[in-house]
């Protein structure tokens, strides 16, 4: 029989969707941000040890279609767009998709809170998907509260000076001034 290669965190390595027509699926555990390369780029320094919480169930909706719902949160450390400062962000991504083999079935999803899930064969990687998630779920730019944040402190009070205004000069007195010294 069929055996799933888990994870040490309890998680198959890959979701088998072919399989799952048969039999639905339900698993729940972590997985290393060391694994994702695409999302450690977006973060801050060392969240490499830090874990993704996933909860992911797949099963036949009764019309042929596989349907993978679940959700994935963590804490991370996001870069502060304004301070450039380490942030911490927690990020949830919840999600609902339709497995598709090609292009053709993807069009012809009638669900549109489903989002179509490609693969030719039905054997997803999960902490790919689980990647793919967050990178959706991550916010456009990463701010901290403006109260927390050292680029919005306030600025120091001066005393505004007033420039004075620069002293009207007739044009002609340079040829005046000419003229004086012929």
Known sequence: PYHYALMSSGLPEFLDLARVTRQPLERAGRIRIGKMSRLREMLSDSDSDSEVQVHVYAQDDGSGQVVVRGEAQAE???????????????????????????????????????????????????????????????????????????????????????????????????????????
């Open 76 to 182: 991370l450390t996001l870069v502060c767009q304004r301070c450039l400062k380490p942030m911490q962000q927690h990020i949830s991504a919840d999600f609902r998709l339709v497995w598709v083999r090609n292009e053709r079935e993807a069009n012809a999803i009638q669900d549109e809170s489903c989002d179509p899930l490609l693969s030719a064969e039905g054997r997803i990687k999960l902490a790919e998907l689980i990647e793919d998630e967050l990178l959706l779920a991550l916010p456009i730019a990463a701010l901290h509260e403006v109260d927390r944040c050292e680029a919005s402190a306030p600025e120091p009070e001066t005393q505004a000076v007033e420039p004075e205004p620069p002293a009207k000069q007739n044009p002609f007195a340079v040829l005046e001034q000419l003229k004086r010294h012929r």
